[in-house]
């Protein structure tokens, strides 16, 4: 059975991720961003929003794993920062519902979702552009990348929230998460 580990980045939805997954049938365990690398024994990693960047502990170091990480909101901007995207300010804040538009139909994470889908978003900080081998695979009116990869590195990201009942196709977003980590 495929094991997926989320990453607590101390965000407010981090347990429903770990919901999320665990009603889908996923061995799923919730473990603190301190947990040492030695010590994760994981198919894939989620690394969970959070408030503060500085706060991810290992997080960064935990993308050198060899398996597939899927970050949401935060942990996509993090993915971003370390593998040399920028990271700011978003224009419009806060949580908001949002309409996505998919950019990349082949892409494994987010390219079955309908060509637009409605989401929910904070958009207080934002990926500004994508690291060096990644590309866009969503945007909106409020956000130039609501959704990114790095196919070759198994390195995915969602400004959205895939893990609250706002998203229209969350549960879609978890399920080829998991097809990519098994």
Not at 18 to 44: K, W, Y
Request: negative net charge.
């Amino acid at each position: 059975m495929t094991r997926i580990d989320v990453v607590d980045n101390h965000g407010q939805f981090t347990h429903l991720e770990q919901r999320a997954l665990r009603d889908m049938g996923i061995d799923v365990e919730l473990i603190d961003n301190t947990t040492p690398l030695e010590e994760i024994d994981a198919d894939g990693l989620v690394l969970s929003g959070g408030p503060d960047i500085e706060r991810v502990g290992n997080s960064r170091e935990y993308l050198d794993l060899d398996v597939p990480v899927l970050g949401i909101c935060l942990g996509m901007q993090l993915i971003a920062d370390e593998r040399g995207g920028t990271v700011g300010e978003g224009e419009y804040g806060g949580y908001a519902d949002v309409t996505v538009e998919i950019d990349d139909e082949t892409d494994p994470l987010v390219g079955s979702l309908a060509p637009e889908t409605r989401v929910w978003a904070s958009h207080a900080d934002e990926v500004k552009s994508v690291p060096e081998g990644f590309a866009r695979t969503a945007h909106s009116d409020v956000c130039g990348v609501e959704a990114m990869s790095n196919t070759d590195e198994d390195l995915y990201g969602v400004q959205w929230h895939p893990e609250v009942a706002h998203t229209e196709e969350g549960e879609e977003v978890f399920e080829n998460f998991r097809a990519i980590c098994e």
